[in-house]
């Protein structure tokens, strides 16, 4: 199958940043093998509108195991009356591990949005953060910026496919956006977790996608 992209349609790659990759501090299964697809993606300027998110946490954050005592990386614990996972210590402002992979070629990039600057409250979506002590989730902006420039329907590639890309799939759908996960372009933190992930997309209406299934208008 293949699909037609509008020029109301917009990509969104998500945190593809070293710490997500094999070696670094949170990695993916894989990681490492969207990056090819993502760069060759952005060099075809296929998409009018171009967004990347960055993980960008302060030391110290909530989401972080060591914030807690006695607590290790990936066990859970109910923070403001929601699951948390617990991560290691990952994507800290600054570090290494927490820039935009250096062997993609961004230029054309529109838009950045950092997420998981509060250091109280985790933020897996490009669109919103995660619930914080006010039950809320605080918008980023994105889905303004995207409304005012005509965009209509979303593309979301990256890390992790069970984390942040799922999250942000799911907000586009909701906040009234037509939704593709684009499979090959994506890795999960936990492999075992592709099958519910396929279901939770089928369920809420997102499109399983392949990169090479994208034609311009
Ligand atoms: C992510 C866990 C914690 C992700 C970010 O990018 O999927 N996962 N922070
Ligand atoms: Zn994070």
């Keep these: 199958m293949s699909h037609i992209l509008s020029p ?7 945190d593809v940043q070293p710490d997500f990759m094999p070696g670094g501090a949170l990695a993916c299964h894989e990681g490492d093998t969207v990056v090819p697809g993502i760069d060759q993606l952005l060099r075809s300027r296929m998409f ?3 967004v990347a998110t960055q993980d960008w946490h302060p030391h110290g954050h909530i989401s972080f195991a060591s914030s807690h005592p006695g607590r290790a990386p990936f066990e859970q614990i109910d923070l403001y009356g929601q699951r948390q996972t617990l991560w290691p210590d990952h994507c800290v402002q600054g570090t290494a591990g927490a820039a935009l992979d ?9 838009a950045l949005i ?12 490009g669109f919103r953060e995660n619930h914080g002590p006010a039950g809320t989730r605080p918008s980023t902006g994105l889905a303004g910026w995207l409304h005012e420039r005509g965009v209509e329907e979303i593309f979301v590639c990256g890390l992790a496919r069970d984390v942040c890309v799922l999250w942000t799939a799911q907000d586009a759908v909701e906040l009234g956006f037509r939704a593709h996960l684009l499979w090959d372009l994506s890795r999960p933190v936990t492999p075992d ?7 939770t997309l089928l369920a809420q209406g997102i499109a399983i996608t392949e990169a090479s299934e994208l034609r311009r208008d």
Excluded at 105 to 110: K, N, P, R, Y
Excluded at 193 to 199: G, N, P, V, Y
């Design 114 to 125: 950092r997420k998981g600057g509060d250091p109280g409250v985790d933020s897996y979506s």
């Design 193 to 199: 977790t592709d099958a519910a992930t396929r279901a």
């Design 48 to 50: 009018r509108h171009v």
């Design 8 to 14: 109301h349609a917009a990509l969104i790659i998500v």
């Design 102 to 110: 250096p062997t993609i070629d961004w230029s054309a990039l529109d």
